[in-house]
């Protein structure tokens, strides 16, 4: 069983930057694919990142592309989010997801999930 804490969200002005971490528990971390998706009221949970177990390979929605990294260290059980150039149309509840990591990056994107996080709240003011 994975147990996923997301933190880090808050609020920030347009332009400004927010890292996201997720702590996961379990002793088999790096044999996990890691993610983030997103859901905005009135709005469908949407994909953000993915990382491979190794952090080798990333993979990332168009909308965040070239603002957003992802990265993970796996001695610390940790994976991170780093937003920066945030936008408002970024707000929304940022969500640390998990799967085996004999899934691709492209599988992960479906978000057909075992492993989830609580969530945490970004809020981007114009």
């Known amino acids: 069983q994975v147990q996923l804490v997301e933190s880090g969200g808050g609020l920030v002005q347009a332009g400004g930057s927010l890292r996201l971490s997720c702590a996961s528990s379990?002793?088999?971390?790096?044999?996990?694919?890691m993610g983030w998706f997103r859901q905005a009221p009135g709005k469908e949970r949407e994909f953000v990142s993915a990382?491979?177990?190794?952090?080798?390979?990333?993979y990332y929605a168009d909308s965040v592309k070239g603002r957003f990294t992802i990265s993970r260290d796996n001695a610390k059980n940790t994976v991170y989010l780093q937003m920066n150039s945030l936008k408002p149309e970024d707000s929304a509840v940022y969500y640390c997801?998990?799967?085996?990591?004999?899934?691709?990056?492209?599988?992960?994107?479906?978000?057909?999930?075992?492993?989830w996080g609580q969530g945490t709240q970004v809020t981007v003011s114009s």
């Open positions: 990382i491979s177990w190794s952090g080798g390979d990333t």
């Open positions: 997801a998990a799967t085996p990591s004999r899934f691709s990056l492209t599988y992960f994107t479906r978000g057909s999930l075992p492993f």
């Open positions: 379990g002793r088999t971390f790096s044999s996990y694919t």
